[in-house]
């Protein structure tokens, strides 16, 4: 997976930051977006992050998610 690619949610990953769903759960499962951003490295030093890849659903809503919640389309 790397910056560019179209990926869909795969399983269910329960979000609160919908712009239209702002403070309630949204199932995100079967969205699919760009991937904008892969999170390895800081200030040129590696890091472990929890949700390292980046993806854009729309102008106003972003997530971030652990490789194996998406797929490549």
């Known amino acids: 997976m790397k910056v560019g690619d179209r990926v869909r949610v795969t ?11 702002r403070g ?7 969205s699919e977006g760009e991937v904008i951003g892969i999170a390895t490295e800081w200030h ?3 890091v472990s992050a ?10 106003k809503f972003k997530a971030h998610f652990r490789e194996d919640e998406l797929e490549a389309l």
């Open 50 to 59: 929890n949700l390292p890849v980046q993806v854009r659903f729309s102008k």
């Open 44 to 46: 040129g030093r590696p």
């Open 24 to 30: 309630q759960p949204f199932d995100a499962q079967g």
């Open 11 to 21: 399983t269910s990953v329960i979000v609160y930051t919908h712009p239209e769903h």
